[in-house]
């Protein structure tokens, strides 16, 4: 069970997204799950954290339409 878990909402920030979950995985004095809600990107957002979620098994991903 993680430590602590955080949360990252996204809405087109394709240029920014890889390198804030990528910063979060970093934490490595804490157990950390990361989720990630991707709310109505329009732009490659929701393909970027798509993959990256294949490499990192405690980063959780929610697509969902803009609200």
Known sequence: MPQIS???TAY???DYIANAILSALNQHSVRTEIIV???GATDRTSDIVKELQLEYPHLHVLIKANG
Do not use: A, E, G, W
Request: net charge negative.
């Open 12 to 14: 087109n920030v394709q």
């Open 37 to 39: 809600i991707v709310d």
């Open 6 to 8: 955080i949360i990252i």
